[in-house]
Structures are given as structure tokens and as C-alpha cells.
């Protein structure tokens, strides 16, 4: 990466840890500051850094996966809930990232295998999600798309053959299960903290990954 792209890796990292202390110490103002412009930061690197040979359009359709997640972020720390629209946000914000990984896409056999695994260790998790949306049946069908997309993402990114890649969605798909398990199944302790931990681990791990 050239000195431009690491600035905003750094800073970026700056903003994260910045915004892992705002929701330990539940402090809306720096949160307000931290949660957009640790996105911002690293959607500034997806854009910066020269990709890996025949990545480029990879990059591109990161890139905009990047700005629907900033997007996300900003619906979903508003005061008034506006969950549905910050889940349409990631929901677009996830296809970006499986068409970018479609653009050098996995073998069938290696995604197919990758789904099959995914699949396995969703299951359990999603139904207990699902069942905790007995009171909110408007909510059940757009959490069921959205967790087959990312599902899929995941699947796309272990089978892409770049370890970052998978990590990077695994962790990002932990952070979703971990806000629908706490906000539909039971409060957690330690939710607030985890869930942003894992979620921007998960995104930088994407953008790294187009690198190698």
C-alpha cells in the first residue's frame, strides 16, 4: 500500500478503537464521531490501495459495499429505529461483496462445499433468531433474506482462496448474528463492544484481502 492508503488504515484504526471505548462507556457523541469515520476510513483504503492483478473490479464493487455499510452505520446509531432501513443498507452492502467475489469466482465445487459448512453452523443460530421473531412477523421475512445473503457471502469469500477474505466475512457475519441474537433472542453482556469489535475486524479483513 502506498502512504496515502496506510494513513487511512490508521486512521481508521484510530476511529475503531475510538468507537469500541464510545459503546463500553456508552458515549453517544463519540460515537457519533467514531462509528461513521472508522467506515469512512477504511472505504478511503478500499479506494487508495493499488489491488492485486485482476482485482480491480473486485475493488470497485467493494468499494460501494463500503459506502452502503457506512450508510448502514449512520441508520442504525440514529436515535429513532430505523432498523429495517439500516438492514437494507447491509443487506445491498453484502450483495456488493458477493458480486465481488463472484468477479474471480470460486470453483463450484469449492463454493458449493464452503455453503455446505456455512450452512451447518448457521442453521442452529438462525432458527433460535427466527424464533425470537414470533412477536415481529413484519421482520421475519427481510431476516431471513438477509441472512441467506450473507450466508452466501461468506460462503464466496472461504471458497475465494484468500484467507483474509474469510476471515473477514466470517467475523462480519458473527457480528450480525450477535445483534440479532441480542436484540430478537437475549440481551448479552458485553453485546455493545463485540459486536463492533467483530465488525470492524471483519470489514478490514475484506479490505485487505484484495491485496493478495
Request: charged letters at 10%; hydrophobic letters at 60%; one cysteine or more.
Amino acid at each position: 500500500m502506498d502512504g496515502a492508503a496506510i494513513s487511512a488504515l490508521v486512521a481508521a484504526g484510530v476511529l475503531a478503537v475510538g468507537d469500541w471505548v464510545a459503546r463500553a462507556r456508552r458515549s453517544r457523541l463519540l460515537e457519533y464521531l467514531c462509528k461513521p469515520g472508522t467506515l469512512a476510513g477504511l472505504l478511503a483504503v478500499a479506494a487508495l490501495l493499488t489491488p492485486a492483478a485482476g482485482l480491480g473490479a473486485r475493488r470497485d464493487l467493494f468499494v460501494a459495499a463500503l459506502a452502503f455499510s457506512l450508510l448502514g452505520d449512520v441508520l442504525l446509531m440514529l436515535p429513532s429505529d430505523r432498523f429495517v432501513a439500516g438492514l437494507g443498507a447491509f443487506l445491498v452492502a453484502h450483495l456488493c461483496y458477493l458480486a465481488g467475489f463472484l468477479t474471480r469466482g470460486p470453483t463450484a465445487v469449492g463454493f458449493t462445499v464452503a455453503a455446505v459448512v456455512v450452512a451447518a453452523l448457521v442453521a442452529p443460530v438462525a432458527r433460535r433468531i427466527v424464533a425470537g421473531l414470533a412477536t415481529k412477523p413484519a421482520l421475519r421475512g427481510p431476516v431471513i433474506v438477509y441472512m441467506v445473503v450473507i450466508s452466501a457471502m461468506a460462503a464466496a469469500a472461504l471458497s475465494s482462496g484468500r484467507p483474509l477474505a474469510g476471515a473477514g466475512a466470517v467475523l462480519f457475519a458473527a457480528s450480525d448474528a450477535m445483534i440479532a441474537w441480542d436484540r430478537f433472542v437475549r440481551p448479552f453482556a458485553g453485546a455493545p463492544v463485540a459486536i463492533m469489535v467483530t465488525y470492524h475486524l471483519g470489514q478490514a479483513g475484506l479490505v485487505l484481502s484484495l491485496l493478495h
